[in-house]
Each structure stands twice: as structure tokens, then as C-alpha cells.
């Protein structure tokens, strides 16, 4: 059951998107975690998290953005570029941090120069940087802005009903999600924290209700399954910059390590928080994505990120944290300097570990290095 | 860190150096000569001041005063703010709580020292910072977070929404350091209803934040007087910049420099105002005269930085753009946006005005000062959007003259170098040759400036400029 996941994780046209082109069905790509899916999927259109995997160049990339910024949004670019984003009739595109709210003006620019890269529908979605109430109340403008702008555009109507029925579909899939991440830490092996990452990927490319019925059945076959002994692999928690590659996973699961628990933008970092079902839909949303401050983009909020942390350490009998960010990601880079210092005090020890987004053309180094840590946690 | 570095306070030693740069003119010529020799890397940098004559010698004096402020305060018993650039610290003033604002101080550092301030860059390093922060904070910031500096009491900054460098650093700051913080937010629209309100409301809970952490109430009088020698100070940066249109400029090059660093200092206090005044004296009298600014009277081309400046020993961009006869026409950090300046004809949208009606309006009033300052004004949101960046680029390219425009930063603006490429091309296409310069404007081991002056020359030489 765990093919479905491994198959839309594992590549940008999944076969859900496949089949929504050849029906005529629209689909939305969006850039941050702090966009509520709920809208889209609530107007009868699919929610799509722009990725960057498949990208082997960066001609288009390097030719918009300066030299001096991280390889992410870099790869969304080239591939909206080189059309592989063709299947969006959309695009949101959100202040996560500086580099991604960039790929509006650069998708927009790079869209002169290659026809058809730009989707009809492109909207920016300001998100502010902290939660005070002031701000919460701009946030909720922001999404009924948001909501108008796709119901203006689509002719759809984005009734409270549908967006109640959405957050319901939605939470849903984050229990089920709970529950995958606390088989992931069982004591033996019950899934791979690969294969976890790999579900929690495709969650954001699929159908939520699809999702949700794959995520069930693999669950019932998971509760039932033989776990695989452990043979003493180090317990791995992984957070930092944003990654959506399972063969980061991969590499650091295959140095004899089991990745446990994550908290990475596309990876579970937020299930626990549901969307309230009580209420204006608009602020029940606002409320879920603004106030868990999961993101460093959430200036001030460290010690309410580092208790999240520590719980899901504590929970997963963490042994070894993996701290990764991409080059540029400053704020992922410093806080994690911070966090080394925290899980360092509490006896669980850290490896920073800097890298580039995209292919992973540094496996040797990085490798070594995890392989060191290991040693070093063993 | 070097363990010399470690023996003595950064603020102190500021303090100390400067306040002696300020005296150097006091004494006879022959006296300040001798004097010179003693200070054979800080030599070029007062000459610079010295050289100009009453406002350098005033500007030298307020720097003195500002940091005096800060080793002092405590004594005083006043709470000191950790701050950046693009807030004005006229509501700190106005509250009796004294600035330390990382990017001056990193500023003063670069163009005293012939190290810079690279061993504190690199100390926010040892503690966790990336190497690819901001530059502009970490020359200074280091210095605080090793203990090197006066204790800081509160965090205030206004960069979310705008750099997430600056924001981040101070976020890392005031975990590092446990210390109370605020953080303005900035959306992305500028002009809007919604955005002017949000602007009112963060304000308004900033001052809340202040009052909760230094004991200290706004005082309606005291705001009033601050507000009131703000509009005095633009009104005379108003008379200095409506002449920079002139051809020749007669401001000499660095004076923007001046204008600038004096409202990161002291806007709304009288020491402010005091060195506008000299300012406007030697620009009027150049004006008369149909002189230009430029020490060999030649202007042969305007140049607009739409980024910042570049700061190192010897103040050597300046410099070099006198020797080569090429008048500084400002840069993102130079306009205000007040709405009595006359470049504001054709953007009223984006000034903001000062009504000391009551409190009310008087807090508004700060609150659009600050959402009107460099960078927070500009680069929040899409640069092509109307009043952002690019449109501003253009509108004060054209009113200023410009020849060329120039784009300089640090390797740690993520938000200015994933556009200006675009940017660059946008203005070309306008008509203007642009110039994008890869350097760092605190940090020469990225670039030096011989090579960086290497590059300036070959293109205003290849653009048929020179």
C-alpha cells in the first residue's frame, strides 16, 4: 500500500495530476506551508505543493535570481521554465522568506522569455512574519482575499460549507498522519522513515480524500505488519531548511540510521495542529496556519519551536539530531546553530550539516559526514 | 575570536576614536598634521571630514555624541535598544531610551579600522550565524553578543516582511542574549487603507512593548518636540536636495552620505538639524556660485546607487567617484518620502506628513515615518509593483539626472539579489547603463576595493561614461 505514496512523491506529473489534465480539472500549485490547501480543495481544484526535484539544470534558474540565493526556489524556477509545470492553471505564491516571495517577479519575468511557463492564474499571498492580533486580522484578509480571487477567476463559489467540509477532509489526513508518525517511532521498524517522508510528500501533490483513503489502508496493513528489528540503527530526528527529496532520507537511512521523526517544511512538522470546526472557516484557518510558528520566518518564536521539538525528541527516543539547511537559508542556518546548542545541553547530539537543494551532487561529502556522526552517536 | 579583540569594549573604542577625530580640528593646522601621522589608517577617512570643513567637523561631533549616549546611558539610568537602520529612532528619543544601531556602528567600525569590523562578523559566525548573513549587522552585532559592548536591555526591530538577514539576525539575537523583542511586520502593499492601518496598530502595541519594558510613558510633549524638529530637519534635506538637481550637483559626494547617516543618528534632535544647517550653507553657496560639489569642479557624470553605499577605510568609494568627477546623486537610504520634498510630485501616495494635532495623530505620524524609511518602503513588496523599487529607481533616476544607476549590497541581501538582475535589465531598458556590483559593502575580504574600483572603471569606461 505503500506504492501510491512512493509513485506521486517520486514525481512532479503524479498520476493523480495526470488524470485531473486529461479531465479538465484545474490544479493550483502553491509555495508554503502557511497556505491553507483548504481553499483550493474546497473550490473543487486540486492544492499541488510546487517542488523541485527533477531539476538537472539551472540555466533558467541562475539566469533570473542572483548568485547569492538558495537553490530551491532556484529549481521551481527552472522547471516552471522548461514547462513542467504546464498542468497548473495556477499559481499562489507566498512570503515564506525572501527567495521563495521572489519567484513571483522572477517566474513572471522568466514567463517573457519562455512562453506558457506562466499559469493564468498566478496570485502573491502576503503572510505576516508573527501572530499578534493585529496581524492575525491581516492574515484573514489575506485568505479572503485569496479566497475571492480564485472564485473570480474559476466562477467557482467557496460557499462556508465547503470550506467546513475541506477542513474536515484535512484534518482527517493529519490524524491519519499522527498516527503513521507514531508507528514511524516504534521501538522495531515498522515503516521507514523514507517511506514516511514519502507519504507526508505525496499528501501534499494528491487528492486529500485520495490521500486519505491510500493513508488508511496503509495504516490497517501497518498495524498488522512484522516489524523489522532495529539491529541497533541510530534513532534520527531531522529538521531544518525545506526538502521534499526523499533521497535525503534515503542517504541518511542507509548509513545505518532510522529517521524517526522529522520536522521539515513537507514532512510531518504539523499534524498535531487541527483546523478548528467551530466557527467563521476564514479564522478557524488563519488561526491554524499562522499561530503554530513552525517556521523561522516566525520571528521571536524559537522557544515555542525549540518545545515542539524537544517533545517530538523526547516522544521518539531521538539519539541524533541531523540539522540540515540549504546554502542561503539563513534563517534555517542560524536557528539551527541554536537548537545544536538545546539538544546538545539535554545529552542528544547534533550534526549540522549545510548543503544545496536539488540532485544530490554532494552524496559523497554528506554521506561521510552522517556516516561520522553515527560513529560519533554509537 | 582573536583574544586581543577580546580586551576592549567595541562601543568604548569607537567612542574614544572618535571623539578624538572630532578635536583633531581644534588645534592649529600645523597641529592637525602632526597629529595625522599618528593615525596612519583612520588618516584618509578624517581627512575626508576635516576637509570639509564645519559639517564634517559637526557630523564627526554628533557621531561622538551618539555614541557617548550609549556608553553612558546606563550611567544615566536609561534602557538602551538594539536597533537597526531603517527604524527611526526618533520614537526612542522621543522616550528618553538611547539606539544602538547595529549597521552604523558596523559602519563606523569599517571606515576607522583597518581590520573593519571583520573579527565580529566572523564571531557571529563562531556562535552559529551563517557565513552568508547579512553583513551589516554582524560587524557590530559580534561585538554584542561577546559581551564587547554596553548590556543591551530590549530588541526592536522592522525588517519582517522585508529582509529576512536583518530580522533574523536580531530574532538570533534576542534568543542568544534572552532579551525582550518586537518586531514590526511590513505587508507588502504600501499606500492601502488596510496596510495604513496596520502600520497605526503595530506601531501603537510597539509602544506598548516599550513603555511595558523600560518603565518610561510617552510623553505627548516630548513626542511633539521630537515630531516638530523632524519637519524642521526635512524641510532643510528638502532646500539640499531640490539643488542636488542642479547641473553640476553642487553637493559634494559624500554629503549624502551625511545627510543619511545624521537621520540614522539623530532624527528629531536638535544635533540633527544643527548639521543640516552647515550642510545647507556650503550647498547654497556652491549653488550661487554655479559650483559643483565635486573638489576638482568638474561633474562629468551623475551616478544613482539604487541599493546602499559601500563602506570601507578611506571612505574610498566617495572617493573615487570624486577623482573621477562623477557626482553621487543618493541612494535607497538618501530620501525620506516626507510630503513637502519636491521630488514627491507624481508619488503623494508614498509620503508620509507630520500632524502634531494630539497623540493620535502624532503616533500615526511616527508610524508612517517608519514604514517610510529605506528599504522598508521600497523592497517589501514585488519590485515592479507600483511605488516599490523599481518605480522608485526610475522616478528618482530621472528627477536627480542620473547617467548611470549602480546597484551595491551585501552577499547576505537574499531579498535584493533574487530581483535585481531583474531590476538591472528593467533599467537598461529604460535608457540607463547599470552597474551591478558583487562586492560587499561591509566586508572587503568578499571583494576588495581594488578590484571592486576596477570594475566601477571599466564600466563607466566600456558604457562610454568616462
Given at each position: 500500500?505503500?506504492?501510491?505514496?512512493?509513485?506521486?512523491?517520486?514525481?512532479i506529473a503524479?498520476?493523480y495530476v495526470?488524470?485531473r489534465v486529461?479531465?479538465g480539472e484545474q490544479t493550483v500549485g502553491y509555495t508554503c506551508s502557511f497556505m491553507p490547501p483548504e481553499i483550493f480543495h474546497a473550490a473543487g481544484i486540486l492544492p499541488y505543493r510546487i517542488r523541485g526535484?527533477?531539476?538537472?539544470?539551472?540555466?533558467i534558474g541562475?539566469?533570473y535570481y542572483?548568485?547569492?540565493v538558495c537553490?530551491f526556489p532556484k529549481c521551481l524556477l527552472q522547471l516552471a521554465g522548461q514547462g513542467k509545470y504546464s498542468f497548473l492553471s495556477g499559481a499562489v505564491i507566498s512570503t515564506g522568506c525572501d527567495a521563495m516571495r521572489r519567484l513571483d517577479e522572477c517566474w513572471r519575468k522568466a514567463a517573457e522569455d519562455y512562453p506558457d511557463a506562466l499559469p493564468e492564474f498566478f496570485h502573491y499571498f502576503d503572510v505576516p512574519h508573527k501572530?499578534?492580533?493585529?496581524a492575525m486580522s491581516w492574515f484573514k484578509d489575506e485568505i479572503r482575499r485569496l479566497i475571492a480571487a480564485v472564485s473570480s477567476h474559476y466562477g467557482v463559489t467557496i460557499t462556508d460549507?465547503n470550506l467546513?467540509?475541506a477542513i474536515?477532509c484535512y484534518?482527517?489526513?493529519?490524524?491519519?498522519?499522527?498516527?503513521?508518525?507514531?508507528?514511524?517511532?516504534?521501538?522495531?521498524?515498522?515503516?521507514?522513515?523514507?517511506?514516511?517522508?514519502?507519504?507526508?510528500?505525496?499528501g501534499t501533490v494528491m487528492p486529500r480524500?485520495?490521500?486519505?483513503?491510500?493513508?488508511?489502508?496503509?495504516?490497517?496493513?501497518?498495524?498488522?505488519?512484522?516489524?523489522?528489528?532495529?539491529?541497533?540503527?541510530?534513532?534520527?530526528?531531522?529538521?531544518?531548511?525545506i526538502?521534499d527529496?526523499?533521497?535525503?532520507?534515503?542517504?541518511?537511512?542507509?548509513?545505518?540510521?532510522?529517521?524517526?521523526?522529522?520536522?521539515?517544511c513537507f514532512?510531518?512538522?504539523?499534524?498535531?495542529?487541527?483546523v478548528?470546526?467551530?466557527?467563521d472557516p476564514v479564522d478557524a484557518l488563519a488561526e491554524r496556519y499562522l499561530?503554530?510558528?513552525?517556521c523561522?520566518r516566525m520571528?521571536?518564536?524559537?522557544?515555542?519551536?525549540?518545545?515542539?521539538?524537544?517533545?517530538?525528541?523526547?516522544?521518539?527516543?531521538?539519539?541524533?539530531?541531523?540539522?540540515?539547511?540549504?546554502?542561503?537559508?539563513?534563517?534555517?542556518?542560524?536557528?539551527?546553530?541554536?537548537?545544536?546548542?538545546?539538544?546538545?545541553?539535554?545529552?542528544?547530539?547534533?550534526?549540522?550539516?549545510?548543503?544545496?537543494?536539488?540532485?544530490?551532487?554532494?552524496?559523497?561529502?554528506?554521506?561521510?559526514?552522517?556516516?561520522?556522526?553515527?560513529?560519533?552517536?554509537? | 575570536?582573536?583574544?586581543?579583540?577580546?580586551?576592549?569594549?567595541?562601543?568604548?573604542?569607537?567612542?574614544?576614536?572618535?571623539?578624538?577625530?572630532?578635536?583633531?580640528?581644534?588645534?592649529?593646522?600645523?597641529?592637525?598634521?602632526?597629529?595625522?601621522?599618528?593615525?596612519?589608517?583612520?588618516?584618509?577617512?578624517?581627512?575626508?571630514?576635516?576637509?570639509?570643513?564645519?559639517?564634517?567637523?559637526?557630523?564627526?561631533?554628533?557621531?561622538?555624541?551618539?555614541?557617548?549616549?550609549?556608553?553612558?546611558?546606563?550611567?544615566?539610568?536609561?534602557?538602551?535598544?538594539?536597533?537597526?537602520?531603517?527604524?527611526?529612532?526618533?520614537?526612542?528619543?522621543?522616550?528618553?531610551?538611547?539606539?544602538?544601531?547595529?549597521?552604523?556602528?558596523?559602519?563606523?567600525?569599517?571606515?576607522?579600522?583597518?581590520?573593519?569590523?571583520?573579527?565580529?562578523?566572523?564571531?557571529?559566525?563562531?556562535?552559529?550565524?551563517?557565513?552568508?548573513?547579512?553583513?551589516?549587522?554582524?560587524?557590530?552585532?559580534?561585538?554584542?553578543?561577546?559581551?564587547?559592548?554596553?548590556?543591551?536591555?530590549?530588541?526592536?526591530?522592522?525588517?519582517a516582511g522585508v529582509?529576512d538577514?536583518?530580522?533574523?539576525?536580531?530574532?538570533?539575537?534576542?534568543?542568544?542574549?534572552?532579551?525582550?523583542?518586537?518586531?514590526?511586520n511590513y505587508p507588502a502593499g504600501l499606500t492601502d487603507n488596510p496596510t495604513?492601518q496596520y502600520?497605526?496598530?503595530?506601531?501603537?502595541?510597539?509602544?506598548?512593548?516599550?513603555?511595558?519594558?523600560?518603565?518610561?510613558?510617552?510623553?505627548?510633549?516630548?513626542?511633539?518636540?521630537?515630531?516638530?524638529?523632524?519637519?524642521?530637519?526635512?524641510?532643510?534635506?528638502?532646500?539640499?536636495?531640490?539643488?542636488?538637481?542642479?547641473?553640476?550637483?553642487?553637493?559634494?559626494?559624500?554629503?549624502?552620505?551625511?545627510?543619511?547617516?545624521?537621520?540614522?543618528?539623530?532624527?528629531?534632535?536638535?544635533?540633527?538639524?544643527?548639521?543640516?544647517?552647515?550642510?545647507?550653507?556650503?550647498?547654497?553657496?556652491?549653488?550661487?556660485?554655479?559650483?559643483?560639489?565635486?573638489?576638482?569642479?568638474?561633474?562629468?557624470?551623475?551616478?544613482?546607487?539604487?541599493?546602499?553605499?559601500?563602506?570601507?577605510?578611506?571612505?574610498?568609494?566617495?572617493?573615487?567617484?570624486?577623482?573621477?568627477?562623477?557626482?553621487?546623486?543618493?541612494?535607497?537610504?538618501?530620501?525620506?518620502?516626507?510630503?513637502?520634498?519636491?521630488?514627491?510630485?507624481?508619488?503623494?501616495?508614498?509620503?508620509?506628513?507630520?500632524?502634531?494635532?494630539?497623540?493620535?495623530?502624532?503616533?500615526?505620524?511616527?508610524?508612517?515615518?517608519?514604514?517610510?524609511?529605506?528599504?522598508?518602503?521600497s523592497i517589501r513588496g514585488p519590485y515592479d509593483r507600483p511605488n516599490m523599487w523599481g518605480e522608485?529607481?526610475?522616478?528618482?533616476?530621472?528627477?536627480?539626472?542620473?547617467?548611470?544607476?549602480?546597484?551595491?549590497?551585501?552577499?547576505?541581501?537574499r531579498n535584493?539579489?533574487s530581483n535585481?538582475?531583474l531590476l538591472?535589465?528593467d533599467?537598461?531598458?529604460?535608457?540607463?547603463?547599470?552597474?551591478?556590483?558583487?562586492?560587499?559593502?561591509?566586508?572587503?575580504?568578499?571583494?576588495?576595493?581594488?578590484?571592486?574600483?576596477?570594475?566601477?572603471?571599466?564600466?563607466?569606461?566600456?558604457?562610454?561614461?568616462?
Amino acid at each position: 500500500m505503500i506504492t501510491p505514496f512512493r509513485e506521486a512523491a517520486a514525481q512532479i506529473a503524479n498520476a493523480y495530476v495526470e488524470d485531473r489534465v486529461s479531465s479538465g480539472e484545474q490544479t493550483v500549485g502553491y509555495t508554503c506551508s502557511f497556505m491553507p490547501p483548504e481553499i483550493f480543495h474546497a473550490a473543487g481544484i486540486l492544492p499541488y505543493r510546487i517542488r523541485g526535484i527533477e531539476t538537472e539544470s539551472m540555466e533558467i534558474g541562475d539566469a533570473y535570481y542572483g548568485p547569492y540565493v538558495c537553490t530551491f526556489p532556484k529549481c521551481l524556477l527552472q522547471l516552471a521554465g522548461q514547462g513542467k509545470y504546464s498542468f497548473l492553471s495556477g499559481a499562489v505564491i507566498s512570503t515564506g522568506c525572501d527567495a521563495m516571495r521572489r519567484l513571483d517577479e522572477c517566474w513572471r519575468k522568466a514567463a517573457e522569455d519562455y512562453p506558457d511557463a506562466l499559469p493564468e492564474f498566478f496570485h502573491y499571498f502576503d503572510v505576516p512574519h508573527k501572530t499578534d492580533p493585529h496581524a492575525m486580522s491581516w492574515f484573514k484578509d489575506e485568505i479572503r482575499r485569496l479566497i475571492a480571487a480564485v472564485s473570480s477567476h474559476y466562477g467557482v463559489t467557496i460557499t462556508d460549507d465547503n470550506l467546513k467540509s475541506a477542513i474536515a477532509c484535512y484534518n482527517r489526513g493529519r490524524e491519519l498522519l499522527l498516527e503513521l508518525e507514531a508507528l514511524r517511532a516504534a521501538e522495531d521498524m515498522v515503516i521507514s522513515g523514507t517511506d514516511a517522508f514519502a507519504v507526508a510528500v505525496a499528501g501534499t501533490v494528491m487528492p486529500r480524500q485520495r490521500f486519505n483513503e491510500h493513508l488508511e489502508a496503509l495504516l490497517n496493513e501497518l498495524r498488522t505488519a512484522a516489524p523489522e528489528p532495529a539491529d541497533g540503527r541510530k534513532r534520527i530526528l531531522v529538521t531544518g531548511s525545506i526538502n521534499d527529496d526523499m533521497d535525503l532520507v534515503r542517504l541518511i537511512e542507509e548509513t545505518g540510521a532510522i529517521v524517526v521523526a522529522d520536522s521539515i517544511c513537507f514532512g510531518i512538522r504539523s499534524a498535531a495542529d487541527m483546523v478548528s470546526t467551530d466557527g467563521d472557516p476564514v479564522d478557524a484557518l488563519a488561526e491554524r496556519y499562522l499561530s503554530n510558528s513552525v517556521c523561522p520566518r516566525m520571528f521571536g518564536a524559537y522557544d515555542q519551536r525549540f518545545a515542539t521539538l524537544r517533545e517530538k525528541a523526547e516522544r521518539t527516543g531521538t539519539e541524533g539530531v541531523i540539522l540540515q539547511n540549504i546554502r542561503f537559508c539563513d534563517m534555517h542556518g542560524s536557528e539551527n546553530s541554536l537548537i545544536e546548542n538545546d539538544f546538545e545541553a539535554m545529552g542528544i547530539a547534533c550534526l549540522k550539516l549545510e548543503r544545496e537543494y536539488g540532485p544530490l551532487t554532494e552524496t559523497g561529502r554528506m554521506k561521510m559526514r552522517i556516516e561520522a556522526f553515527l560513529e560519533r552517536i554509537s | 575570536m582573536r583574544p586581543e579583540i577580546y580586551q576592549y569594549n567595541f562601543d568604548w573604542m569607537l567612542w574614544r576614536a572618535i571623539q578624538a577625530a572630532g578635536k583633531l580640528a581644534d588645534g592649529s593646522e600645523k597641529e592637525t598634521e602632526k597629529m595625522l601621522r599618528y593615525i596612519p589608517y583612520f588618516r584618509k577617512t578624517a581627512e575626508v571630514f576635516i576637509g570639509m570643513g564645519k559639517p564634517g567637523i559637526t557630523y564627526l561631533k554628533l557621531i561622538e555624541k551618539y555614541l557617548d549616549n550609549i556608553v553612558t546611558a546606563h550611567e544615566k539610568g536609561k534602557k538602551i535598544v538594539m536597533t537597526t537602520f531603517c527604524f527611526s529612532p526618533s520614537i526612542f528619543y522621543a522616550m528618553d531610551i538611547v539606539p544602538v544601531t547595529l549597521e552604523v556602528m558596523t559602519v563606523i567600525g569599517s571606515a576607522l579600522w583597518k581590520r573593519g569590523t571583520t573579527d565580529y562578523m566572523d564571531y557571529c559566525v563562531e556562535l552559529g550565524f551563517t557565513e552568508t548573513s547579512c553583513s551589516s549587522q554582524r560587524g557590530s552585532l559580534g561585538a554584542y553578543l561577546a559581551g564587547l559592548g554596553e548590556d543591551i536591555d530590549l530588541i526592536v526591530t522592522n525588517t519582517a516582511g522585508v529582509c529576512d538577514t536583518n530580522a533574523n539576525a536580531f530574532a538570533f539575537t534576542q534568543k542568544y542574549l534572552d532579551k525582550p523583542f518586537y518586531s514590526l511586520n511590513y505587508p507588502a502593499g504600501l499606500t492601502d487603507n488596510p496596510t495604513n492601518q496596520y502600520h497605526r496598530d503595530d506601531f501603537r502595541a510597539l509602544i506598548e512593548f516599550l513603555e511595558s519594558h523600560t518603565g518610561t510613558t510617552l510623553d505627548q510633549d516630548r513626542l511633539r518636540a521630537v515630531l516638530d524638529e523632524t519637519a524642521k530637519q526635512e524641510a532643510i534635506v528638502a532646500e539640499i536636495e531640490e539643488l542636488q538637481r542642479l547641473v553640476p550637483n553642487p553637493l559634494p559626494v559624500t554629503f549624502n552620505f551625511i545627510i543619511y547617516g545624521g537621520r540614522f543618528f539623530f532624527a528629531g534632535m536638535p544635533e540633527y538639524t544643527e548639521l543640516l544647517s552647515d550642510m545647507a550653507e556650503v550647498v547654497k553657496d556652491n549653488a550661487q556660485n554655479g559650483r559643483s560639489g565635486i573638489t576638482s569642479g568638474n561633474e562629468k557624470k551623475r551616478a544613482f546607487f539604487f541599493y546602499i553605499d559601500h563602506y570601507t577605510l578611506s571612505l574610498s568609494l566617495w572617493d573615487w567617484l570624486d577623482r573621477h568627477g562623477i557626482s553621487h546623486i543618493g541612494s535607497i537610504l538618501s530620501r525620506s518620502f516626507k510630503d513637502d520634498q519636491p521630488y514627491m510630485k507624481g508619488m503623494e501616495d508614498v509620503a508620509y506628513s507630520i500632524d502634531t494635532t494630539d497623540l493620535d495623530t502624532m503616533i500615526d505620524s511616527i508610524a508612517m515615518i517608519n514604514s517610510r524609511m529605506p528599504m522598508v518602503r521600497s523592497i517589501r513588496g514585488p519590485y515592479d509593483r507600483p511605488n516599490m523599487w523599481g518605480e522608485e529607481s526610475l522616478a528618482l533616476a530621472r528627477i536627480y539626472q542620473a547617467d548611470c544607476l549602480i546597484y551595491n549590497g551585501t552577499p547576505g541581501c537574499r531579498n535584493t539579489w533574487s530581483n535585481v538582475k531583474l531590476l538591472a535589465g528593467d533599467l537598461e531598458k529604460a535608457g540607463y547603463p547599470t552597474h551591478v556590483m558583487y562586492g560587499d559593502a561591509f566586508d572587503e575580504r568578499v571583494e576588495s576595493w581594488e578590484a571592486t574600483a576596477a570594475r566601477l572603471e571599466e564600466f563607466f569606461t566600456i558604457r562610454g561614461l568616462l
